[in-house]
């Protein structure tokens, strides 16, 4: 259950939550809007790198680094985007909140999930998420099926959701090369913001690295 | 729906047994223990747009290479059972599509009855001194006194909070396959003490059940349990 500082729980919620719903439940099912020609993207174009950045702040960390300048929308599923990073890159900005869409979105991407020779998935979220023994300070990056020797397997209870665990998935389902890594964040300080853009470097993003990297300033629910 | 085989076991006159989501996890908990206890093989990933996806390191095993996923079929050869794990929430819009394919493939699988280990509301139990633990059977189910003997039959036509159970059991009656929801009255919370009693209760059904110690099924705790409700208090803070 998500809540926010100061937020009154109303009425306990059961985690078997559909028997609340009527029989004619409201669902809107999402619809991909194209940018650039459709077709192009489902029968001729080649995807070499899929990469699903995913998380409360995932646009605002690539606006003026990764997503500055060149690369150019594909299409835009409620709160997916997919841009072309290079000729060979693809780049997933996921910032849908809303669980019960994340499949049905998915599914709509299937094109670029399947067509991909690589996917790389990054979802952050929060440290007090994070399930361990002992909690390290600051930034945590965990992975799985990691392609990076110094980043230490994802251990359960964790698991990784949304768009990234559904692609993850589905990779997994069609015997297809995945990475995935988990970074956990308390606050997107400068520090924080650094250690993410230097680990979207290793997976393959490239960026102007003379831009001035600025910490995410964070909607604060503090009565100050 | 998509279900990718890992093995190729002939589920001709097997037992489906279906984790189904539903008030305090307890169907998924008992689930897991039984997989854990019986040391079950993994049958196949199932993925379907109704269920939440998530993936994860292995639920059972410290194996690295080992994945799980939101949904996976579990199989127990010698006691002729699949187990359906369900680990995420289900969308409601696709619930119907859900219901159908899973009845699709036991159909095509030539599976003999489904089994569903779910949970109800503490507050809808009205005669709190009876047996919490309860079941509703089609009338194609044959009914033991190993059954009877664990769980009372259930005179309520709905189980509030029991998930998908009911409408999973209505469709498997429409198609004429014998179906049976085996459930406890719990209040959600700390569930494992709940899910350590349902597969007591469960291991006593099955043909060739977890070995018991000093009484009891020497039930096998998998490490996903661990920090299932975070982790702990730092002492420094005292």
Same mark, same amino acid.
Request: aromatic share 10%.
């Given at each position: ?33 194209? #940018? ?44 997916? *985007?997919?841009?072309?990073?290079? *000729? ?12 019960? $869409?994340?499949? #049905? ?63 993850? #998935? ?8 995945? #990475? ?42 503090? $009565?100050? | ?33 039984? +997989? ?18 998530? /993936? ?57 009855? +489904? +089994? ?11 005669? +709190? ?13 044959? /009914? ?66 977890? /070995? ?24 420094? /803070?005292?």
């Amino acid at each position: 259950m998500d809540l926010n500082f100061g937020e009154i729980i109303v009425n306990p919620v059961s985690r078997a939550f559909f028997d609340e719903y009527d029989e004619n439940i409201q669902f809107n099912q999402p619809e991909i809007v194209w #940018s650039i020609d459709e077709h192009q993207w489902n029968h001729e174009k080649s995807i070499d790198h899929f990469v699903v950045v995913e998380g409360v702040n995932a646009k605002k960390l690539l606006k003026d680094t990764v997503l500055n300048g060149t690369p150019k929308l594909i299409c835009k599923v409620r709160k997916v *985007e997919i841009y072309e990073v290079d *000729e060979a890159t693809l780049l997933c900005v996921a910032e849908e909140q809303d669980l019960n $869409y994340v499949a #049905s979105i998915s599914d709509l991407l299937n094109t670029f999930i399947n067509k991909a020779n690589t996917a790389t998935i990054i979802s952050l979220q929060r440290t007090s998420d994070f399930k361990a023994d002992r909690i390290p300070d600051g930034c945590i990056i965990r992975g799985i099926n990691s392609k990076l020797d110094d980043v230490e397997h994802l251990k359960p209870p964790n698991f990784v959701t949304g768009v990234g665990g559904a692609v993850s #998935s589905k990779r997994l389902m069609n015997s297809q090369a995945f #990475s995935c890594y988990i970074i956990y964040i308390d606050i997107f300080d400068k520090i924080t913001v650094e250690k993410i853009l230097t680990h979207l470097k290793r997976i393959g993003l490239k960026y102007d690295e003379n831009v001035k990297i600025q910490a995410i300033q964070e909607k604060s629910n503090l $009565y100050m | 729906m998509t279900i990718k085989k890992l093995q190729n076991n002939n589920l001709k006159d097997f037992k489906l047994i279906i984790a189904s989501v539903s008030t305090g996890n307890v169907g998924q908990l008992t689930a897991d223990l039984l +997989i854990n206890s019986l040391k079950m093989e993994k049958y196949a990933l199932f993925y379907h747009t109704a269920i939440i996806p998530i /993936i994860g390191p292995s639920a059972f095993s410290e194996d690295e290479k080992e994945l799980s996923i939101s949904s996976e079929f579990f199989v127990s050869e010698s006691n002729k059972i699949l187990i359906l794990q369900i680990r995420s929430p289900i969308t409601a819009f696709y619930l119907e599509s859900l219901c159908e394919e899973i009845i699709d493939f036991v159909k095509s699988e030539k599976i003999n009855e +489904i +089994i569903q280990l779910s949970s109800a509301f503490s507050y809808e139990q009205h005669f +709190i001194q009876n047996n919490p633990f309860e079941f509703v059977a089609s009338d194609s189910y044959k /009914i033991d006194e190993n059954l009877t003997a664990n769980f009372n039959k259930s005179s309520n036509s709905q189980i509030p909070g029991c998930g998908i159970a009911m409408k999973l059991h209505n469709l498997a009656i429409i198609n004429q396959i014998p179906s049976l929801i085996v459930y406890k009255y719990v209040s959600e919370g700390d569930n494992m003490f709940d899910s350590m009693q349902f597969a007591e209760k469960f291991n006593k059904l099955l043909d060739t059940p977890i /070995i018991e110690k000093e009484g009891r099924a020497d039930l096998k705790i998998p490490i996903s349990w661990k920090h299932l409700f975070g982790h702990d208090v730092n002492l420094d /803070i005292y």
